[in-house]
Nanobody, 125 residues
Framework: QVQLVESGGGLVQAGGSLRLSCAAS????????MGWFRQAPGKEREFVAG????????YYADSVKGRFTISRDNAKNTLYLQMNTLKPEDRATYYC??????????????????WGQGTQVTVSS
């Protein structure tokens, strides 16, 4: 089992920054593939960024490329998402997810077996 707890969401003006954190427990963190997803009201959950086990592969959705940075601190068992130049369309509930097996970066929600409870990000225009 893997337990995930997100934090760091909040209200920010357009152009501002936030850093989300995801604290993991239950498994050796460095062996997990990790991802960030988001879901806006009335929309499907969408991939934002992911990092493979061993940090060999990092992948971003086109909508956030160049603005968001995913990283992990294996000593702290924590995943991060640095979000810069936020836009109103980035408003959503952000979730971190973990996958136990595989060496790639899955981009669909169905490929992840563990999820946090989400943290809300609101961007005002």
């Amino acid at each position: 089992q893997v337990q995930l707890v997100e934090s760091g969401g909040g209200l920010v003006q357009a152009g501002g920054s936030l850093r989300l954190s995801c604290a993991a427990s239950g498994r050796t963190f460095s062996t997990l593939a990790m991802g960030w997803f988001r879901q806006a009201p009335g929309k499907e959950r969408e991939f934002v960024a992911g990092i493979s086990r061993g940090d060999l592969i990092i992948y971003y959705a086109d909508s956030v490329k160049g603005r968001f940075t995913i990283s992990r601190d294996n000593a702290k068992n924590t995943l991060y998402l640095q979000m810069n130049t936020l836009k109103p369309e980035d408003r959503a509930t952000y979730y971190c997810a973990a996958r136990l097996l595989g060496s790639s970066v899955p981009i669909t929600p169905y490929e992840y077996g563990y999820w946090g409870q989400g943290t809300q990000v609101t961007v005002s225009s």
